[in-house]
T-cell receptor, first 115, second 113 residues
Framework: DGGITQSPKYLFRKEGQNVTLSCEQN?????MYWYRQDPGQGLRLIYY???????QKGDIAEGYSVSREKKESFPLTVTSAQKNPTAFYLCASSISVAAGANVLTFGAGSRLTVL | AQSVAQPEDQVNVAEGNPLTVKCTYSVSGNPYLFWYVQYPNRGLQFLLKYITGDNLVKGSYGFEAEFNKSQTSFHLKKPSALVSDSALYFCAVRDLENNRLAFGKGNQVVVIP
């Protein structure tokens, strides 16, 4: 089945540690995205990538980093500089960024808790 | 910048009654509009979208939405709600001028048996 796989589903981190969330897609989509979801705030865009080896900051990129070395993979690192990292993180993909009508396909999410 | 407003935090409806989830939007150009649904601890699933053409859009699971340009609204509707429709619903708008996608804060729908 085609889709997006996020791992781990649950992650606990001590303050000051970096953690990396995995996102893999087998949909052959060019564009990939990372969103953060907090209760009552909807989804906020962290980073997105339109093509391999290229990515752009979203609305809340501070304290996060990404890479796009392969078309199917778009890992997100939550660094110690992120002041409030406890949240639900969603990875998504679409055929492209440029085509406005494209629908996003989402992974099941990763819940990060800072202890 | 584009934005979406979902004015109600929670919508409660009895099973079998009509369900409406409200959404208004703001864009500088022509909008592409979307509805997604999220079940607990899951990612979002696409329900339907408006691009152009007929103002009434039909989507998955019996949902439909009506685009109203004069009221800048895109309300989601279902004629007869099911308990399994209980979930978090997100409206989203893409501004074609900058191609950015903005999500609303979401509406929790509770269908009471």
């Amino acid at each position: 089945d085609g889709g997006i796989t996020q791992s781990p589903k649950y992650l606990f981190r001590k303050e000051g540690q970096n953690v990396t969330l995995s996102c893999e897609q087998n949909l052959n989509h060019d564009a990939m995205y990372w969103y953060r979801q907090d209760p009552g705030q909807g989804l906020r865009l962290i980073y997105y990538s339109q093509i391999v080896n290229d990515f752009q900051k979203g609305d809340i990129a501070e304290g996060y980093s990404v890479s796009r070395e392969k078309k199917e993979s778009f890992p997100l690192t939550v660094t110690s500089a992120q002041k409030n990292p406890t949240a639900f993180y969603l990875c998504a993909s679409s055929i492209s960024v440029a085509a406005g009508a494209n629908v996003l396909t989402f992974g099941a999410g990763s819940r990060l808790t800072v202890l | 910048a584009q934005s979406v407003a979902q004015p109600e935090d929670q919508v409660n409806v009895a099973e079998g009654n009509p369900l409406t989830v409200k959404c208004t939007y703001s864009v500088s150009g022509n909008p592409y509009l979307f509805w997604y649904v999220q079940y607990p601890n899951r990612g979002l699933q696409f329900l339907l979208k408006y691009i152009t053409g007929d103002n009434l859009v039909k989507g998955s699971y019996g949902f439909e939405a009506e685009f109203n340009k004069s009221q800048t609204s895109f309300h989601l509707k279902k004629p007869s709600a099911l308990v399994s429709d209980s979930a978090l619903y997100f409206c989203a708008v893409r501004d074609l001028e900058n191609n950015r996608l903005a999500f609303g804060k979401g509406n929790q729908v509770v269908v009471i048996p």
